[in-house]
């Protein structure tokens, strides 16, 4: 727990003061609305948030379609309600179905979305979406409320400066990932979308097509640590239709005559595209876990689940009594990242002591974190076992992690995984490759399961390769159109 430096006063009545002094005037609405938050300290946020996202995730690289989506976006941008915003288009090296967007104009789509989608309408579509959580300044106006509803709680009461640093930088970080908008919010950002891929002269009926294809996915709410695209954009009842409706209004106010879909061009930027879990970031097998790009390999503890997440992998048993965290130190020696783990996380060292592991030099450290609960004031004590392993000049770590009861107990299994880390060598595991999506010419015309059947694909997996087409497996195509096929 942090010590507390010094103590500062806040009133309802500062609280109100706040509220007049932050009422603005929200760019799409016209009217005015509660925020906190100015529009250079949301572009600040912005640019301080977005190296957080890319280290976190990892940033896939295609410049061809990165190049489009950036010149979309820009596109897009000088006819939103806030053309003088710069905006960035990112593509996510992950294989969750999401597009998300932050203060200050970054855009997020990962990959998974990506080789989702069938045609540039619908890319578009999300893209204008996504811009307009940002033209209306949803992510900020909710940041503000909950500020607001802070300053309410904790009026006339004592709070530590960290409140007064919370708010000034509320909810920056990794958080604003996992903002779900409310159902105005949607209806809002559906009809800028709407607008704002209308007006470039996309046919925005796609867009409605595609909230069709995601609800048919089922998606869970998370994947791989990951919000999907439907929990962080929860539906606000029949979408389907009333983008379809607004589609049609915005295409008879616009003088265009055509609006574009695309298929065959976004079908050809995504082919080659990674589809699903890539082995080269880590895998498990058998017990075992890989990662054939860092060359590194490690045994699980035996029946426990495993998560494997861009930044760490974590690992604990069905009861949670435990866990273990492997995750990639900073520091360039053993020392520095056994003191780094110290300060950071406030532990009290009893033993440290230094081993070998797979013959490297490594640093074994037991420790603990002793707090009080702030509701029953009794401590409560974490023990931490922690091994630093000197690998091919990179730090790598082990948490082991229990309570006092239960930590004797677990030593063992956490000395078993921390000592089995080892050089991956097995050419098997180093040369395995992705899946990739690979889009292939209908050789003569059939259902889709007949051309399906042609280029090979087992049967097991035709339902999902139907969804990843928006087709049924029994839909006709016609010979030279263009599908989604997944290998290697």
Same mark, same amino acid.
Request: hydrophobic content about 40%; proline content about 3%; charged content about 20%.
């Given at each position: 727990m942090k010590k507390i430096k010094s103590f500062i006063t806040l009133s309802l009545a500062t609280a109100a003061v706040a509220l007049i002094w932050s009422c603005a005037v929200n760019p799409v609405t016209g009217k005015k609305q509660l925020m906190f938050i100015t529009e250079e300290q949301e572009v600040a946020m912005g640019l301080q948030y977005d190296p957080q996202v890319i280290s976190t995730f990892g940033e896939y690289r295609n410049d061809n379609l990165l190049r489009f989506l950036q010149t979309k976006g820009d596109e897009m941008g000088t006819i939103s309600h806030r053309?003088?915003?710069?905006?960035?288009?990112?593509?996510?090296?992950?294989?969750?179905?999401?597009?998300?967007?932050?203060?200050?104009?970054?855009?997020?789509?990962?990959?998974?979305?990506?080789?989702?989608?069938?045609?540039?309408?619908?890319?578009?579509?999300?893209?204008?979406?996504?811009?307009?959580?940002?033209?209306?300044?949803?992510?900020?106006?909710?940041?503000?409320?909950?500020?607001?509803?802070?300053?309410?709680?904790?009026?006339?009461?004592?709070?530590?400066? +960290?409140?007064?640093?919370?708010?000034? $930088?509320?909810?920056?970080? #990794?958080?604003?990932? &996992?903002?779900?908008?409310?159902?105005? !919010?949607?209806?809002?950002?559906?009809?800028?979308?709407? +607008?704002?891929?209308?007006?470039?002269? $996309?046919?925005?009926?796609? #867009?409605?097509?595609? &909230?069709?294809?995601?609800?048919?996915? !089922?998606?869970?709410?998370?994947?791989?640590?990951?919000?999907?695209?439907?929990?962080?954009?929860?539906?606000?009842?029949?979408?389907?239709?009333?983008?379809?409706?607004?589609?049609?209004?915005?295409?008879?106010?616009?003088?265009?005559?055509?609006?574009?879909?695309?298929?065959?061009?976004?079908?050809?930027?995504?082919?080659?595209?990674v589809y699903g879990e890539d082995p080269r970031q880590g895998f498990a097998d058998g017990g075992v876990f890989y990662h054939p790009e860092l060359r590194f390999k490690f045994v699980m503890p035996a029946g426990w689940a495993m998560e494997n997440l861009p930044t760490q992998v974590n690992m604990a048993p069905s009861d949670g009594k435990a866990m273990v965290i492997f995750t990639l130190a900073a520091q360039k020696t053993l020392e520095e990242a056994a003191q780094n783990a110290v300060d950071q996380l406030g532990l009290t060292v009893s033993e440290t002591k230094k081993i070998t592991v797979s013959n490297m030099p490594a640093l074994l450290m037991a420790s603990k974190i002793v707090s009080q609960d702030q509701t029953s004031g009794q401590q409560q004590t974490v023990m931490l076992l922690s091994?630093?392993?000197?690998?091919?000049?990179?730090?790598?770590?082990?948490?082991?992690?229990?309570?006092?009861?239960?930590?004797?107990?677990?030593?063992?299994?956490?000395?078993?995984?921390?000592?089995?880390?080892?050089?991956?060598?097995?050419?098997?595991?180093?040369?395995?490759?992705?899946?990739?999506?690979?889009?292939?010419?209908?050789?003569?015309?059939?259902?889709?399961?007949?051309?399906?059947?042609?280029?090979?694909?087992?049967?097991?997996?035709?339902?999902?390769?139907?969804?990843?087409?928006?087709?049924?497996?029994?839909?006709?195509?016609q010979t030279g159109k263009l599908i989604k096929i997944v290998g290697e």
């Amino acid at each position: 727990m942090k010590k507390i430096k010094s103590f500062i006063t806040l009133s309802l009545a500062t609280a109100a003061v706040a509220l007049i002094w932050s009422c603005a005037v929200n760019p799409v609405t016209g009217k005015k609305q509660l925020m906190f938050i100015t529009e250079e300290q949301e572009v600040a946020m912005g640019l301080q948030y977005d190296p957080q996202v890319i280290s976190t995730f990892g940033e896939y690289r295609n410049d061809n379609l990165l190049r489009f989506l950036q010149t979309k976006g820009d596109e897009m941008g000088t006819i939103s309600h806030r053309p003088g915003i710069q905006y960035h288009v990112k593509i996510l090296d992950s294989p969750v179905v999401n597009a998300f967007a932050v203060p200050g104009g970054y855009i997020y789509l990962t990959r998974g979305i990506l080789a989702q989608l069938n045609n540039e309408a619908e890319l578009i579509g999300v893209l204008g979406h996504e811009m307009g959580h940002i033209t209306a300044r949803h992510s900020v106006s909710q940041m503000s409320k909950q500020q607001f509803g802070s300053l309410l709680l904790i009026g006339g009461m004592i709070v530590s400066e +960290e409140f007064a640093q919370y708010a000034e $930088y509320a909810m920056q970080g #990794m958080q604003l990932l &996992f903002l779900s908008f409310s159902r105005d !919010n949607e209806r809002e950002a559906d009809r800028l979308g709407v +607008e704002y891929s209308s007006k470039i002269g $996309y046919d925005a009926h796609k #867009m409605a097509d595609f &909230f069709k294809v995601l609800q048919k996915m !089922n998606m869970e709410a998370t994947q791989g640590g990951i919000p999907t695209f439907l929990s962080t954009h929860p539906d606000p009842g029949d979408r389907y239709n009333s983008v379809n409706q607004q589609a049609t209004e915005w295409q008879q106010k616009l003088t265009t005559t055509t609006f574009r879909v695309n298929a065959d061009s976004y079908l050809q930027m995504i082919d080659g595209i990674v589809y699903g879990e890539d082995p080269r970031q880590g895998f498990a097998d058998g017990g075992v876990f890989y990662h054939p790009e860092l060359r590194f390999k490690f045994v699980m503890p035996a029946g426990w689940a495993m998560e494997n997440l861009p930044t760490q992998v974590n690992m604990a048993p069905s009861d949670g009594k435990a866990m273990v965290i492997f995750t990639l130190a900073a520091q360039k020696t053993l020392e520095e990242a056994a003191q780094n783990a110290v300060d950071q996380l406030g532990l009290t060292v009893s033993e440290t002591k230094k081993i070998t592991v797979s013959n490297m030099p490594a640093l074994l450290m037991a420790s603990k974190i002793v707090s009080q609960d702030q509701t029953s004031g009794q401590q409560q004590t974490v023990m931490l076992l922690s091994c630093f392993i000197n690998y091919n000049s990179q730090i790598y770590l082990f948490h082991g992690v229990s309570t006092d009861a239960d930590f004797s107990s677990y030593v063992p299994v956490f000395e078993s995984t921390m000592k089995s880390f080892s050089v991956l060598t097995d050419p098997a595991r180093l040369n395995i490759k992705p899946q990739m999506v690979h889009v292939k010419k209908v050789q003569r015309a059939g259902t889709l399961a007949d051309a399906f059947a042609y280029f090979g694909v087992k049967k097991e997996k035709m339902n999902e390769l139907a969804l990843l087409n928006n087709l049924e497996l029994t839909d006709k195509v016609q010979t030279g159109k263009l599908i989604k096929i997944v290998g290697e």
